[in-house]
Nanobody, 114 residues
């Protein structure tokens, strides 16, 4: 059974950094593209970053140059390093993948104070 568990969220001042982690299980992690999404109150969930099995990455324009997605196939984990955080980055961040259907973690709250 596929499970995704996010951690690492918190409250940080603008300009600060956080590193989110997502621990995956129940599928062959190294073969799957992994995604980070976020959802702010009143907004739709939006794609933040993705990383392919070959380590190709893509980012939303709003986070390019500030966020870095990476993966550790030995530990079945995906990470999102977030730097120079802005108040508009405040959201619940979710890990995501596809394994026959879409799977989501429970999310981790990131709050950036101005």
């Amino acid at each position: 059974q596929v499970q995704l568990v996010e951690s690492g969220g918190g409250l940080v001042p603008a300009g600060g950094s956080l590193r989110l982690s997502c621990s995956a299980s129940g599928f062959v992690f190294r073969l799957k593209t992994m995604y980070w999404y976020r959802q702010a109150p009143g907004n739709q969930r939006e794609l933040v970053a993705r990383i392919t099995p070959g380590d190709s990455t893509n980012y939303a324009d709003s986070v390019k140059g500030r966020f870095t997605i990476s993966r550790d196939n030995n530990k079945d984990m995906v990470f999102l390093q977030m730097t120079n955080l802005k108040p508009e980055d405040t959201a619940v961040y979710y890990c995501n993948t596809w394994q026959g259907r879409e799977y989501w973690g429970q999310g981790t709250q990131v709050t950036v104070s101005s």
